[in-house]
């Protein structure tokens, strides 16, 4: 498969100023590609250097060693650096701080406004972007008026009128209510699975990530583990250590497993574990 | 302390199109020492009613008593009010401003006219109760902590008021799970240390189910249901009608229930799951 995004042997560190302690190490030799069209999901505790990877993903931050490329391009290089950019979007936790306008629609098309885009086709993508994220009857609605799960997928469909081929989602739904964590999380689902697009996504909530392609766990910079929800979840007591959780169908099947109980390891996810409890009762 | 809401009524924007009941006809009583949970969607009052307990907002109807007194009452000293009611707003951290841990702490009591050692002994003793150690932290800038390290200065700041009652907006939001299970822990830790009464905004139920005295469910600006955890799970299936997040080994249970397996309607925790589980599959096989 191709990678959208490579990065090798990344190092990041943040100077302290003023500070006599010495800069702090925020990545440790991250090596990572990332497949065109797959679902990454990103875990890790706060402080492990998930954010601080989202940023270098598309050049808000460089690296301090090592390179990161995106389609090739060279995210230190700075004639590339906007091309990078409209190929990777990003999405923050805070939708408040991702307005810019007093208009849904406005707001919108701020993206491919500044991209020089002409007025018909900022139209055709305001319209395509807000159908995308289930927000189009809002268009003309005022952003602080919505609920933090609809600001949310505004932020997300500003992101969708880029065209990017990628985007990164860094904890989108941390400020959100369950039903705001639902709608968005829907939404992120959706743009893989229907619009190709190649999703990363940073998150604490471990049933977010049941259902991505592959899960990295990060811890002090690194990369401690890598690979199908499924080979990760297993590992429960590991994750536990990482200050980690563990979806709660998985968590149970282990503690059941423990019990001398013949449980699948594949089965991560409520309904699996039901459909395999129903059969065996 | 106790606290007693009559028949509280909150509008937003009144009189305009997009005039809001936030609250209607709210009554509930919370007793001293109390430690309540107040679980509810974003929309459901939730925030709106904890800021009439120290007078932020003033109710369009009702009547709140603070230890019988009335504090909706013309003429009430809100300071007075707000030193015995400590509220901690949703995303503290946002609010700390000084250039060292203690100095922020610090701001609370020293504008409440007290005396520098008091104020020092109030930092030292609220740091202890946050679990921040004093010689560690004292001296650094908050901004360098960790999301959860800065919660719980910005908590300690607070406690350091040393309120009656303390009430939190969901505390633990956009904390990583451990220092969102940390928080709970210093919450308990608080509670049985200073024998405050603890008012938990939350809309997680996994979180307060296993620590508070009583929960009330809030839904459209009422009353859904409250009473202790036990009774408020007897409705699970009411709270699954309005969307409400349940605890996970609850959900679990109904996902069994619907594919016609019985099981026992109390269970609540993980480990309550493992055993019905056990149980149910050894007698399959």
């Given amino acids: 498969m191709e990678s959208i995004i490579r990065i090798q042997d990344v190092t990041f560190e943040y100077k302290r100023t ?27 505790v706060n402080g492990s250097g998930k954010s601080t990877l989202a940023k270098n993903m598309n050049g808000l931050m460089l690296p301090t060693g090592g390179k990161v490329y995106v389609n090739g391009m060279d995210t230190a290089d700075e004639s590339g650096i906007w091309d990078v950019r409209q190929t990777i979007g990003m999405v923050f936790q805070n939708p408040d701080n991702q307005m810019v306008s007093a208009v849904v629609e406005d707001d919108i098309a701020f993206g491919p406004e500044n991209l020089g885009v002409d007025p018909e086709e900022i139209r055709r993508r305001v319209d ?9 009857d809002f268009r003309k609605k005022a952003p602080h008026m919505l609920s933090g799960g609809q600001k949310q997928r505004i932020a997300i469909a500003g992101v969708v009128a880029m065209l990017p081929e990628c985007i990164v989602f860094d904890e989108p739904t941390a400020m959100l209510d369950p039903q705001g964590r639902r709608e968005v999380l829907d939404i992120v689902e959706k743009l893989n699975k229907e619009s190709g697009k190649t999703i990363v996504l940073i998150t604490h909530f471990m049933d977010e990530v049941a259902n991505a392609d592959r899960i990295v766990v990060m811890d002090g910079g690194k990369i401690v583990m890598d690979g199908k929800p499924q080979e990760i979840f297993v590992r429960s007591d590991e994750l536990k250590k990482l200050g980690l959780d563990v979806p709660f169908a998985a968590e149970l099947a282990c503690r059941l497993r423990q019990r001398g109980i013949d449980i699948p390891e594949n089965i991560i996810l409520m309904d699996e574990l039901a459909d395999h409890i129903k059969e065996h009762c | 302390m106790s ?24 009554s509930l009583t919370i007793e001293d020492k109390e430690f309540v949970g107040i679980i509810g969607h974003t929309g459901s009052g939730k925030s709106t009613l904890i800021q009439h307990i120290n007078g932020i907002l003033k109710p369009e109807n009702g009547r709140i008593f603070i230890n019988d007194t009335d504090i909706t009452e013309k003429g009430i000293k809100l300071s007075d009010i707000r030193k015995r009611v400590g509220l901690v707003f949703q995303y503290p951290e946002y609010q700390l401003f000084e250039d060292t841990v203690e100095k922020d702490i610090a701001f609370g009591p020293s504008n409440m006219g007290l005396s520098p050692e008091e104020v020092d002994e109030r930092v030292r003793e609220s740091m202890e109760l946050v ?7 004292a001296g650094r800038s908050p901004f360098e902590l960790s999301g959860g390290q800065k ?27 451990k220092a969102h299970k940390d928080i709970i822990e210093m919450l308990v830790k608080l509670h049985k240390m200073t024998e405050c009464n603890i008012l938990l905004v939350s809309h997680n139920m996994e979180d307060v189910a296993e620590i508070v005295d009583k929960i009330i469910v809030m839904h459209s600006g009422k009353i859904f249901s409250q009473g202790s955890p036990a009774e408020i799970y007897k409705e699970r299936d009411r709270l699954l009608d309005i969307g409400l997040e349940v605890p996970q080994a609850m959900l679990f249970m109904k996902k069994l229930e619907d594919r016609g397996i019985s099981v026992g309607k109390d269970v609540m925790t993980m480990d309550e799951a493992v055993e019905e589980i056990e149980k149910l599959l050894r007698k399959g096989s």
């Fill in chain 1, 18 to 44: 003023g500070s006599e302690t010495s800069a702090i190490l925020a990545l440790d030799g991250i090596s990572l590609d990332i497949e065109k069209g797959s679902f990454t999901a990103i875990i890790g």
């Fill in chain 1, 128 to 136: 395509m972007s807000l159908q995308a994220v289930g927000m189009y």
């Fill in chain 2, 3 to 26: 606290i007693r809401i009559e028949n509280l009524t909150h509008i937003y924007n009144k009189g305009l199109s997009y005039e809001t009941v936030a609250l209607d006809g709210v």
């Fill in chain 2, 131 to 137: 679990g921040l150690a004093y010689d560690e932290f």
């Fill in chain 2, 151 to 177: 919660r719980r200065v910005a908590i300690a700041g607070v406690i350091a008021m040393r309120p009656e009652v303390l009430i939190m907006d969901e505390p633990t939001a956009g904390l990583d799970p």
